[in-house]
């Protein structure tokens, strides 16, 4: 699939606590945004399902911080 042109971006956002007067980041949660044909919709979620797996981001983080993720798919005009 084709992500250039905009095609693919990511909403992100944090949540954070207080722990000891310092600011820690607890949560993360990630909205992708496609710009896909609706029949791409099932390779979209089996792409979704095990990003993760291959994600540095989220190898490095997983253990300490809460990451989720969804996406929302949107028809070409």
Same mark, same amino acid.
């Given at each position: 699939?084709?992500?250039s042109?905009?095609? !693919?971006?990511? $909403?992100?956002?944090? $949540? ?10 607890? #949560?993360?949660? =990630?909205? /992708?945004? !496609?710009v896909?044909?609706? $029949?791409? #919709?099932?390779?979209?979620? #089996? =792409? ?9 981001? /989220? #190898?490095? !983080? /997983? ?9 929302? !798919?949107? $028809?070409?005009?």
């Open positions: 699939m084709d992500a042109n905009k095609r !693919l971006t990511a $909403e992100v956002r944090g $949540e954070i606590e207080t722990e000891d007067n310092i600011l820690v980041i607890r #949560r993360i949660h =990630v909205t /992708y945004h !496609l896909a044909p609706a $029949e791409a #919709r099932q390779t979209i979620e #089996r =792409v979704h399902r095990v990003h993760t797996e291959h994600c540095p981001v /989220y #190898r490095s !983080l /997983y253990k300490t911080i809460e990451i989720t993720t969804e996406y929302k !798919l949107e $028809e070409p005009e």
